[in-house]
């Protein structure tokens, strides 16, 4: 009697919530398969219909409702309204490209009606240049990054599962790119090849790859010694098709939460290496920004402190939704 | 005995990536634009000043044979001399000045970090989803997503202008002078010299920067001591402790704290790498006249011998670290042998 | 059936449940009373134990028995209230010594742990701390439950101490009012005496000292020859048969009255297993203690306990002494289960197979939690809960079949589909 | 070529011989010291021949780390032999294991959450055989099989598109069978399929695999640490101790008259129902000792309760004797000339 009493109350949930909402399935959709990619999640069997209905209802969500804490969402908004920033650039600032890499007047100006938050050494407009900076912040990390990761994740697969000689290679040249120190390695290749943006991104890529083989060649490793890929062996697979098809897509998970994290890590050196002076001054980007600011640190305080919010917001953004996605996807927390 | 003979393996075993990097660095300098001889010479010369200064720098060699003669100067110590900086100043004087200043902070900002990040962590693991792991995890996420150089002149600008209690740049009070050079660390030197106020007037200096750093590695020892806390507290063995009668608090500091120190202590190992970078921008922000100076301006003038000299420190340093944290990571778990 | 009959039966079944299983008993050590264990997990709530009523007395061993899942560990962490969240326990009783468990604060609970009640574990590995010494493990319960009896040791010890540090001062003043009248020869010889005199002395000893004292003397009780050098051993050193017999000694430790074994020899090899059985018999005559032995291997059970307790499914379907229920077993599932067993019998025959799989634990089937899988089936199965009756002297079960009130229902009536259809999982 | 010699007597001996393991040594290397060389060897399997026949069930006994999981292995070539030599019917494959052989041997591993990969759908990792093996390309082809694979293990249709943490651990064992049958091997290696499971569960799979060695005439070689288990299913036995064969011999040999201490006090270890068999109990002192630093002579004479009464077993190695024509013991001569 207990029991019916139970089972009476999802239905009375998937009622409720079984609106049509074109959205809403799109949503749940993507929801769907993204959690079949990334969670297995622990559905019992031998249940009605109804019940296994619910089941599957409540397990897509508890994927959102793990990434439904506060700071999650927080992350996933900053995201969306760095992105729409970038993309809508021209729409949201009142001054043109051009515009605002040209030379104007107004050396340090404070923030006035034409220009809201004040100007710059060469009397840019402040806001403009930060709503500007956050293209160039995403379109030199997503790349560089992407980058790393495909050969990152290469080497990494490589190195695990063939072990011997193969690994000491490419392990021992990893340890030598981790072992060095990265940003002077990009201040390196970035001065050896010239200041412009397809190198900033190239030198961002090659000195990621470490860290993402180092990363995936830990699980491969592991994995490599399960039984499911024992049987694939016994099943007949190549060493390629196993590498790739059977441990891979168990493996990957680390590497796509750590993915996240650092593309906050990778605006956040950029803007390093542009404070350093080593970037292409034409591009209007942040770190140049707060360079530039940084002699007049106290007369004209407003020219260093936007873009270093923007920066805060957007890698506090990418860190957020990072930890969210982590936490959601832990195995070890999942059954908490 | 098995410890030394595991430190000797150890390092043994870095010296390939030493080597490495060294070859890395020196291939790698010598495809930067620009000409030494240039940075040297200055604005006006002759071209028998130029071939002497090359030939005296050992630049007409061949590449290969540049490149053994580099590694045997560079485990002699006879590290050359600086083209750019002081025109010709030994490059190993150099480096020891700059760099003993860097390590300094960046080994304050570590030993800070690791502290507060260890205790903020179990606190997290222990209030898991309550309001002050929120704000613990929080707090730590908004440390590392700040720009450090940004953040060093935010508190540059609130607390030596606007609040002036400490000082904005420099790392000594231009008035006091240096203690004589003995290991050229500063607060050795003092100290071996007599002079506390010196140890005193530096240390105020690096409040600031070692504070700005420390944020650098707190996030990911709050975030490890925090995930691996919360793992150990579900392992068997803390149930035993529970079935023992322990105390909650002797769970957590007895039975669980030292396991879950172990990821920890590797994750500390390895973000001291973010540290150094981090620590040249700092250094940059307070004008600490550190490494990051030295190596902007050995790029900017290809001057090979110091930008050589300084990554073959910071890699070494690095890579000692890690050896250490590999060996206190062998302390705590005794299921390594050495 | 309106919904107020039902919860009339519902009370009645309880009430029932109540009076039938508890009689008064002076030997009676642990009654646990209609437990409830439920996990409020993200896919709804796992009903792990679900109304579990059984005694233990004083010097017996009683063996729960089941199948993965059907509850019995959650049962044990109940009994030590080491249920973690989201489990809780949402109703019932648990009465030790007649004192109630689920009462006391959290601070009694803890002096009740490790010291009158106190459990090993199926993993010996994972169950011992990696980086504290064997030694220290198993000292710490005694620092934490006798700290009292250690203070007095520890006392006799610095007693017989100071009376050789006294003697000591004596020999030393002697030596010096004699000083002029001896040889040099004498004085060396005296000297000598002294030397050895202070060698004698052991150094002061602390708590810890004592504790890992009476620690060796315990290691040396569960058959380890060598308890010295064992104390100074990391887990992992040990071999799987020496760590159980480590957690074995944490357990008897302070002379518990109950000790609630979970599984402890599933990790185990053959042979060694039948060391830490023999061991548990013999030290269990030896302490007096009483054991819940957790286990799914009826062999264990049947080798091991006095008294036998049967689950399935959060429920305890039968209970009785071993000799009755091995001997004929009435439950269907306890048949099925006895059935299941590889022997010599059944050897070129088909095992008798329970057919169909063991439900979840969230959606659990109504009335007898068995019934989907029953060949006794009655019609009244699927809609009421079985009683826990006493049919027999000691002899309880939760089944229609053996429950007066329900012998005049029909016998459910499996169709061949049906059947087909439960044989495929 | 003497060996092809003594082969083909073998199987002319013995028409009906699948496997034939000869002399299989397989030693896994430590590596150690400054610049990890070989510092030592665990002698996992030393020097074991056997026979496997048609349709029968070959049991290898033993406890945790006696080697019988490395036999296994080292058949299916997934660890290589040291020395020694593997035959399928007469074609040896220690050395040269192809894809054929694939189809034809097949294995089910112990542990049923982790032989399946948890990010695929049954249909696939049932498929996978089928695709590289059978070389079936179409979908619907594909699918048609596993269907049937699954019918066979008595299992849903609607399983099919399901992912393996949906599945409880009786189910996942079904399905690992599945796929080890879906080539039609000759030959299953079954590696302690039924020791993660629960009686009940045990019992359906026990069944399972004998109606379906009968339905398709497979040659099980079934390795497990429980002897009920393999009383109940198997025709002949291998009791292994310390990578070596102790006794062998038909099932009745092996439990009716065990002959080797080792077997005896195995046999006596485990609990039962019956009371007379627990008063004469043998508990076994000490544990098994490491493969990498073995005892001398017999390895297992430390432990051996019989070893006052036999002659040289901390000395010479264990001589084959035979008890009666299948049945074998591997051990030292009594003392005082008694037979066996």
Redesign the interface.
């Known amino acids: 009697m207990e029991h019916e009493s139970l089972t009476q109350e999802p239905e009375k949930k998937t009622k409720s919530k079984e609106s049509d909402n074109v959205i809403k399935n799109i949503f749940s959709w993507i929801i769907n398969n993204i959690k079949f990619l990334l969670i297995p999640a622990s559905r019992l069997d031998d249940l009605t219909f109804r019940e296994r209905e619910y089941e599957m209802k409540i397990s897509k969500r508890k994927f959102i409702r793990r990434l439904k804490s506060t700071l999650t969402i927080l992350g996933i908004s900053i995201i969306f309204f760095i992105v729409t920033l970038a993309v809508f650039a021209p729409w949201f600032s009142q001054y043109s490209f051009e515009h605002l890499a040209g030379i104007h007047t107004g050396m340090w100006d404070p923030p006035s009606p034409e220009h809201p938050l004040g100007q710059t050494n060469l009397g840019r407009d402040i806001l403009g240049r930060m709503i500007y900076g956050s293209r160039a912040s995403l379109t030199i990390a997503l790349p560089a990054i992407f980058f790393s990761l495909v050969f990152g994740v290469i080497f990494g697969v490589i190195a695990g599962f063939y072990g011997g000689w193969p690994e000491s290679i490419i392990m021992r040249i990893m340890d030598i790119f981790l072992a060095f120190p990265g940003l002077i390695l990009a201040m390196v290749f970035i001065y050896i090849w010239e200041q412009r943006i397809e190198y900033i991104m190239l030198a961002y890529g090659i000195i990621g790859i470490p860290y993402y083989s180092r990363l995936i060649r830990g699980s491969v490793i592991q994995a490599r010694e399960l039984p499911y890929v024992q049987a694939a062996k016994v099943a007949g697979a190549s060493n390629w098709r196993i590498m790739f098809k059977h441990i891979l897509p168990n493996c990957i998970q680390p590497v796509i939460i750590s993915f996240t994290f650092d593309i906050g890590g990778i605006i956040l050196s950029l803007a390093g290496l542009s404070f350093l002076g080593f970037s292409d001054p034409q591009l209007i980007e942040w770190g140049n920004d707060i360079a530039e600011a940084r002699g007049h640190l106290y007369d004209a305080p407003w020219g260093a402190m936007w873009p270093g919010i923007m920066i805060l917001i957007t890698v506090l953004g990418f860190m957020l939704f990072g930890d969210g996605l982590r936490d959601a996807l832990d195995p070890r927390l999942r059954n908490l | 005995m098995s410890l030394i ?1 595991y430190i ?2 150890r390092f ?1 075993a870095l010296l ?3 080597f ?2 060294v070859t ?2 020196f291939f ?2 010598r ?3 620009g000409d030494p001889v240039l940075a040297f010479l200055g604005d006006r010369w002759t071209t028998e000043q130029y071939n002497y200064q090359l030939h005296r720098l050992g630049l007409d060699k061949p590449i290969i044979e540049q490149y053994v003669i580099y590694l045997g100067d560079l485990f002699t110590g006879q590290w050359g001399i600086s083209v750019s900086i002081n025109r010709g100043q030994p490059v190993w004087d150099l480096v020891l000045e700059r760099f003993t200043r860097t390590f300094d902070i960046a080994i304050l900002a570590i030993i800070i970090s690791s502290i507060v990040g260890i205790k903020t962590g179990i606190i997290s693991a222990t209030n898991r989803n309550k309001p002050k792991d ?1 704000i613990f ?2 707090m730590a ?2 440390g ?8 060093g ?2 508190l ?2 609130i607390f030596s ?1 606007l609040i002036p209690i400490f000082p904005g740049l420099n790392y000594k009070n231009p008035g006091i002078g240096d203690p004589p050079i003995i290991t050229h660390f500063r607060v050795i030197d003092s100290i071996l010299s007599g002079q506390i106020y010196l140890i005193i007037d530096y240390l105020y200096h690096l409040i600031l920067p070692v504070f700005c750093l420390s944020f650098i590695t707190l ?1 990911g020892v709050v ?1 490890q001591t925090r ?1 691996s806390m ?2 150990v507290l ?4 803390v ?9 909650e608090e002797d769970v957590i500091n ?2 669980a704290r ?2 879950a120190m172990i990821p920890t202590v590797t994750v500390i190992g390895m973000s001291f ?2 540290l ?2 981090g620590a ?2 700092t250094e ?2 307070f004008n600490l006249n550190g490494v ?1 100076a030295l ?2 301006i050995a ?2 003038n290809t001057d090979y011998w110091v ?1 050589n000299a ?2 073959f420190c ?2 070494l340093t ?2 000692m670290v890690n050896l250490g944290a590999d060996l206190i990571y062998g302390l ?4 390594i042998r050495y | 059936m309106t919904l107020t009959e039902k919860k009339e039966i519902i009370e009645e079944n309880r009430k029932n449940q109540m009076k039938s299983a508890i009689k008064e008993d002076s030997n009676l050590l642990l009654q646990v009373k209609n437990l409830k264990t439920y996990f409020y997990t993200e896919e709804g709530i796992v009903k792990a134990v679900d109304g579990v009523s059984f005694n233990i007395y004083k010097n017996e061993v009683l063996g729960l028995v089941g199948e993965t899942g059907c509850g019995k560990s959650v049962t044990a962490l109940s009994i030590l209230r080491l249920v973690r969240s989201p489990g809780r326990i949402i109703e019932g009783s648990i009465e030790f010594n007649n004192i109630n468990m689920l009462e006391l604060s959290e601070e009694e609970m803890r002096s009740h742990r490790g010291n009158d009640i106190t459990m090993i574990f199926q993993d010996p590995l994972n169950s011992l701390n990696p980086v504290i010494l064997a030694g220290d493990q198993v000292a710490e319960v005694f620092l934490l439950h006798q700290e009292e009896e250690l203070n007095k040791i520890l006392d006799v010890h610095l007693l017989e101490r100071d009376k050789l540090v006294q003697e000591l001062k004596e020999l030393k003043k002697e030596f010096k009012e004699n000083k002029e009248q001896l040889s040099e020869t004498e004085k060396e010889e005296f000297k000598v005496k002294i030397k050895d005199f202070k060698k004698k002395i052991p150094k002061a000893p602390n708590l810890k000292d004592v504790a890992l004292e009476k620690a060796e003397q315990i290691i040396k009780e569960v058959g380890i020859a060598d308890a010295k050098q064992i104390l100074k051993r990391y887990p992992h050193e040990l071999s799987g048969g020496m760590r159980q017999r480590i957690m074995i000694a944490m357990g008897l430790s302070c002379t518990p009255l109950l000790l609630i074994a979970d599984e402890p020899t599933t990790a185990l090899d053959v042979t060694i297993q039948a060391q830490i059985l023999d061991l548990m018999k013999n030290l269990q005559k030896k302490f007096d203690t009483s054991i819940l032995m957790i286990t799914h291997d009826l062999g264990i059970i049947a080798e091991l306990s006095d008294r036998v307790a049967v689950m399935y499914s959060g429920n305890i379907v039968e209970y009785a002494t071993a000799e009755d229920l091995f001997k004929n077993p009435r439950h269907p599932y306890t048949q099925g289960l006895i059935g299941a067993i590889p022997s010599v019998e059944k050897k070129d025959k088909k095992l008798t197979v329970i057919r169909g799989m063991v439900p979840n634990l969230i959606y659990p089937p109504s009335g007898c939690r068995f019934h989907p899988r029953c060949t006794e089936r009655l019609e009244i199965c699927d809609k009421i809960k079985p009683r826990f009756l006493e049919i027999d002297d000691r002899y309880f079960i939760a089944c229609h079949l053996f429950d007066p009130e329900y012998k005049e229902s029909p016998k459910y009536q499996w169709d061949e589909t049906e059947i087909k259809e439960s044989y495929k999982v | 070529m003497t060996v092809i010699n003594e082969k083909t007597k073998i199987s002319e001996r013995k028409k009906d011989v699948v496997i034939t393991v000869r002399n299989l040594k397989t030693y896994y290397t430590i590596l150690g010291g400054l610049f990890q060389r070989k510092i030592g060897y665990v002698k996992a399997v030393d020097d074991v021949s056997f026979d496997l026949y048609r349709g029968e069930t070959l049991g290898l006994v033993g406890e945790s780390g006696c080697g019988k999981t490395t036999i296994g292995n080292t058949i299916l070539n997934l660890v290589p032999a040291t020395s020694g030599e593997i035959y399928f019917e007469d074609d040896r494959i220690d050395n040269n294991f192809t894809q054929d052989f694939r189809k034809k041997i097949q294995m089910v591993f112990q542990d049923p959450d982790s032989s399946l990969n948890p990010r695929w759908k049954i249909v696939n990792i049932i498929g996978e055989p089928l695709r590289i093996l059978e070389g079936m390309k179409k979908r619907r082809e594909i699918r048609k099989r596993v269907l049937e694979l699954l019918e066979t293990v008595s299992m849903k249709v609607e399983h099919l598109d399901r992912y393996p943490h949906e599945f409880s651990g009786g189910q996942k064992q079904r399905i690992v069978i599945a796929r080890a049958l879906a080539c039609n091997p000759e030959v299953i290696i079954l590696d302690e399929p039924t020791s993660a499971l629960d009686v009940s569960v045990q019992a359906q799979i026990l069944n399972l695999l004998k109606d379906l060695q009968i339905q398709f005439n497979l040659a099980l070689l079934f390795i497990t640490h429980d002897l009920s288990v393999i009383q109940h299913i198997g025709n002949r036995i291998e009791v292994m101790y310390l990578g070596k064969f102790v006794e062998e011999g038909t099932i009745d040999d092996v439990f009716y008259h065990p002959t080797h201490p080792y077997t005896k006090a195995l046999l006596s270890a485990r609990p039962t129902f019956d009371p007379t068999t627990r008063s004469n109990r043998i508990i076994l002192e000490g544990e098994v000792p490491s493969a990498i630093n073995p005892p001398s002579g017999c390895y297992f004479h430390p432990r051996c309760p019989e070893m006052e009464d036999r002659i040289g077993c901390n000395i010479e190695e264990p001589k084959k004797i035979s008890i009666s024509e299948t049945h074998h013991i591997w051990c030292q001569p009594f003392k005082n000339g008694k037979k066996f």
Request: hydrophobic share 50%; proline share 5%.
């Open positions: 003979k000797a393996r043994i390939p990536v030493l490495g990097v890395l660095t790698l300098s495809l930067m634009p929120t995890r929080g996420l908004i590392v997503a700040i720009p450090v150089f940004w953040m002149m935010i540059r600008y202008y996030a975030r995930s919360l793992e579900e392992q068997d063995y149930r035993t402790a529970r079935a023992k009668g322990c105390k007895i039975h030292k396991n790498g973010y150094l970078g040249i921008l940059t922000t990051g190596v902007m790029i900017r930008l300084v990554v910071i890699t690095f890579v705590i778990d005794p299921r």
